[in-house]
């Protein structure tokens, strides 16, 4: 089963990456439906649990898009001081990230238990990790 839910999510995130740019909004839900079915289950979220875990984490989500949304802005390049300004909005961008974090984690913790909690960034990295990895395949042929 294990297998099973790993392999939709890469070829959900596969179907991700090779339609970017070509009507992405629906191609966003069944991401977010994949990262989800993903969380649920290896945090052993119950049905209960999803129910009111699942809105507050779609607004989490919605704010963390449109967050690294901002960063597809470029930087205007030929100054001496554009490895500094990208560094600069590199951290920016992951301090504001930690923001918004920290402002759902007690939100998250009124559904999920303390391990549920714990490991729930965790595992989110992973499946970003993962979708970096696919992301870079695609790009290689």
Wanted: proline share 2%; charged share 30%.
């Amino acid at each position: 089963m294990k297998k099973i839910v790993i392999i939709m999510l890469l070829a959900m995130i596969g179907l991700q990456a090779a339609a970017q740019g070509h009507g992405g909004s629906s191609l966003n839900e069944r991401f977010y439906q994949a990262k989800l079915k993903e969380i649920v289950y290896r945090l052993h979220i119950t049905e209960q649990q999803k129910k009111k875990f699942e809105p507050i984490y779609r607004s989490y989500c919605e704010e963390m898009r449109a967050l690294w949304n901002e960063r597809k802005t470029p930087i205007k390049p030929g100054t001496s001081s554009d490895a500094a300004a990208i560094a600069k909005r590199k951290m920016e961008m992951q301090q504001r990230a930690q923001g918004i974090r920290i402002k759902y984690i007690d939100k998250f913790a009124t559904v999920l238990n303390a391990n549920q909690v714990d490991r729930l960034f965790e595992v989110e990295s992973i499946i970003q990790q993962k979708l970096k990895e696919r992301q870079k395949q695609a790009r290689r042929q």
